[in-house]
């Protein structure tokens, strides 16, 4: 399915005014007021949360498969969980997920 450049342009300039829209009222309009303490707990857990997001439907979903779970992927995540609950370190994990996963690739192929 193809689509016209001007309907890519459209939807690419509605999805950055609805992002700046957002931001600026969180940060345009509240900017210069004290958040209360509540907000600011639960405003440290987006790090947390986002970063799964994101590596989720990596693991779940490859793109470079027909679409079904890679072993090479989840052994890695698995191997991420576990070293950031063992250690409590954003980089051990990373770094450990991130040799896991090219050894799995260069050991299975």
Known sequence: MTMPDATIWLIILGL????????????????????????RRLL??????????????????????????????????????ALAVAFRSVLAALAGGAATLYLMLWLIG
């Open 16 to 39: 950055a005014v609805g992002t700046f829209l957002l931001r600026f009222s969180f940060l345009g309009l509240l900017g210069d007021t004290p958040l209360p303490g509540w907000i």
């Open 44 to 81: 440290r857990f987006t790090p947390v949360a986002v970063f799964p997001a994101i590596v989720a439907p990596l693991v779940v979903f490859p793109a470079a498969t027909d679409g079904s779970p890679d072993p090479s992927r989840a052994a890695a995540a698995l191997v991420a969980l």
